[in-house]
């Protein structure tokens, strides 16, 4: 079955591939189902997020089984996030506190997905 275009309009979650739709249905319960594409009003006070310190970005990227393997040790997508934020490619973050959890928002540089990197990524 072919990919559909991410610019269609619709629902993001109703031009998803059958397996990924599942995974992102999945997420989306642990927000209580809002899907963060509906939301329209999300705040941009970076003061309302959470503090981080190093230990807590090193638990998280070593000891988080990815998705995709299952296993610890080094989640690469999380990894490639946050080399995005670091390069400069992430901006108009926004957060909304969703069924007790924080969800923060981003936009990625289009440039990013031309693979064009910054020097040591």
Known sequence: M???SLNQKGP????LEPATKA?????????????PYDLKKL????????SL?????????LFTP?????????????????????????SGVTSAVLSNRLLV????SY???LEIHCSGY
């Open 53 to 61: 310190t190093y230990p807590d970005i090193v638990n998280y990227l």
């Open 23 to 35: 995974r992102y249905i999945e997420i989306l319960a642990l927000i209580g189902g809002i899907d």
């Open 66 to 90: 990815s998705i995709y393997t299952m296993e610890d040790l080094k989640n690469f997508k999380s990894l490639e996030a946050v080399n995005q934020v670091e390069c400069g490619w992430v």
């Open 12 to 15: 993001y979650k109703d031009r």
């Open 105 to 108: 928002k981003g936009r990625v």
């Open 43 to 50: 705040c941009d006070d970076v003061n309302q997020l959470p």
């Open 2 to 4: 072919a990919s559909k």
């Open 111 to 113: 440039c990013f997905f």
